[in-house]
């Protein structure tokens, strides 16, 4: 993966502000970094990181919060690429509460105009710039200091079945980390799978999250079960006679619909069969 502003056809970031804060998005659709006003005075500083207005403004909707997460990292701890199985996906709203950190957005999303790509923000406790990352979308960060505390806002409970990795050093991403760094990962990042090569864009018929793990060949359906042979024209003509027969004993001539049911209920669970296992392929 190459750097978005050398991607052809990468779109120009859109930048607007609002009473409260300056919002640009990033290179990964729907993702957005948001700069709020910062209030200092001799007591210290006051600040609002998340503000529904300009929240709302950039992506749309209403912030979803039903937890929030709090992490502490020594200079040189790297945490990611995380991202949660779509669906339900999880949404984050990030900022650095002390300290400093590089952090990073990876669109993982198939089908996405801007799958395989990623943007930066560094962030910190002068700017308190803070990223919004949609369902679907990966995220790591570096402490670049000590200490460094960040803090998430996510759209849906930790579950730890659907949450997923990519290694953070894969040299596939080409994710931009500081030379010479001497990085501390988790038993779980060191783990982690290299990224599967992305596809092109909008190759996919749907929008799926990117899995972790290469995906495994589909199976080819079960061929239909071959349909009974049809009666012998020796068993039609005794069923139909059967029906005449039936029908002159209570002194009338059989109907069509008689003489319908009784050629055609032989292949009825053939039928039956064939409907079913059609289902089956479509679905």
């Known amino acids: 993966m190459k750097k978005p502003t050398s991607l052809p056809g990468t779109p120009i970031p859109r930048t607007f502000s609002t009473p409260t804060a300056t919002v640009r998005e990033l290179a990964v659709a729907g993702a957005y970094v948001f700069t709020p006003r910062v209030h200092r005075d001799r007591r210290g500083v006051f600040v609002s990181p998340l503000q529904e207005e300009a929240f709302t403004a950039a992506v749309g909707h209403g912030p979803t919060v039903v937890q929030t997460n709090h992490t502490r990292s020594a200079r040189g701890v790297l945490r990611g690429v995380h991202f949660t199985t779509t669906p339900p996906g999880q949404a984050k709203f990030v900022h650095c509460a002390h300290g400093r950190a590089r952090d990073v957005v990876v669109d993982l999303r198939l089908g996405s105009p801007t799958f395989g790509r990623w943007d930066t923000v560094e962030l910190d406790t002068e700017s308190f710039r803070s990223v919004y990352l949609p369902d679907g ?17 996510v759209s849906t409970p930790y579950r730890a079945e659907l949450e997923q990795a990519l290694h953070p050093l894969d040299p596939v991403l080409g994710l931009p980390w500081p030379a010479g ?9 060191a783990a982690a799978p290299p990224s599967p090569r992305p596809a092109r864009p909008g190759s996919c018929r749907a929008t799926r999250t990117a899995s972790a793990s290469p995906r495994r060949p589909t199976p080819d359906p079960p061929a239909p079960p071959a349909p009974p042979d049809p009666p012998a024209p020796a068993q039609a003509a005794d069923a139909e006679s059967g029906a005449r027969a039936a029908a002159g004993r209570a002194g009338r001539k059989p109907s069509r619909v008689s003489r319908l049911r009784a050629s055609t209920f032989s292949w009825l669970p053939c039928r039956t069969k064939s409907m079913s296992w059609r289902s089956v392929i479509h679905v």
């Open 137 to 153: 979308v990966g995220h790591a960060f570096l402490a670049l200091e000590d200490d460094t505390v960040m803090s998430y806002l």
């Open 181 to 189: 760094t001497d990085f501390t990962l988790s038993d779980r990042d």
